[in-house]
């Protein structure tokens, strides 16, 4: 993050605040996220489109990354607006107050419900497949709405990543075929619904440019074959998300400002090729935005050292509020918050405390000498931890805050065991 220092007790501060006092006023585990840094790549998006992009355009944050009222209200007041992908995401962006001109809905199998929630609320809807297309024109046609819609389009583009986050490819479950398009678009034409763009997103955690410079290319077609062949003029051309960030030493991605330029710079020269003019150009980043201005703050608690083989420390959450490692392999960074320069005397594995021996947040990390109660804090925890985080082994899920000039705030309140059973049922004949 970008306010994180080390402070004259040689502890980890961020947004001005002493990480172990954190500790020590809010518990552990704690997401800890930097308002200031949030703050900064919205506006390194938003900036560099202005710069390298000659037409309008517009930022939204994919709030799967993570969806909750102060993140959805923070990237509303920076100018974005909002991807949302459930009526729980859509409702928690309407509850923050996000308008809903600036709320687009995704998924590959939106329900009925959350369908007729966005025509109501009025957010666009990115459209994914045909039962939804066919579901969409019934509802707009029975409540006399002519919905703003965009199609999902997979744009068969590879890139490198893991293959649970790939999500450009043919064989992807996401979007509409390339070979369907012209019959989506002759549906579309003679629908009551208003088909304002077009979309593709390739995956998640990219460094390579290729592949996002690729889309316009593969895109702006469409334009042209959706006015010339069936009278629709598409307007706004959304590119996904994916640009990758550092979680260790040696991840290397380029910077905001760099893949904004060739994504630009990929639609522009398509546009200039085709003949038609600039789209109104729409990206939806997530981890880009929000996974490098959080941390999470857990204890320290036991350790065990298999002689010759490794030491294991254990800290007090794990798989339940970090489930990537366990997912996809995922690789992270930890300091100990009350010993920031102290020596890397060790190497250790840093286990959670769920019954699951896969359940390691960090394998073999170098860390300065350890003990119980120690601060261990995990970095770039921003984008898909709270949102991904579950209740396994009834852990109650962390609080999040929210920090910034010397101010801690809570935004999301630590669950409790009556939490956990509030929704439980207990039929009279089982009762004790
Ligand atoms: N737009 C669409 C349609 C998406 O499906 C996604 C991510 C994004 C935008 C945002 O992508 P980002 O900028 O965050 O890379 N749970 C996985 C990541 C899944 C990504 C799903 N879609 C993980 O923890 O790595």
Redesign the pocket.
Known sequence: PLTAKIDAQDHLEMGGCDVVELVKRYGSPLYILDEVSLRTACQQYRDAFREYYQGSSQVLY?S??WNCLAICAIATSEGLGI?VVSAGEMYTALKAGVNPQLLYL?GNNKSVDELSYALVSGCTVVVDNWLELQTLDRLAKEQQLQPRVMLRITPGIECHT?E??Q?GHLDSKFGFDPNEVEAVLAFVSKSSLNCIGIHA?IG??IFELQPHQDIGQVMIGWFKIASEKYGIELAELNI????GIRYIESDDPPSIAEWVKVVSAGVTTACEKAGIPLPKLLS?????LVGAACITAYTVGSSKTVPDIRTYITVDGGMSDNP?PI??Q?KYRAVIANNMSGALEQTVTVAGKHCESGDILIKDIRLPKTEAGDVLVVLGTG??NYS?ASNYNRLPKPAAILVADGSASLIVQRETCEDLIRQDCLPDRLRL
């Not at 996904?240 to 640009?243: A, E, P, T, Y």
């Not at 939806?284 to 880009?288: A, F, L, V, Y």
């Open positions: 994919a799967k990354a991807d995704h893991h649970y986050i999500t997103h998640s955690q996904g998300g994916g640009l939806e980043p997530g981890r880009s990537r997912t996809y995922s984008a898909y991904m």
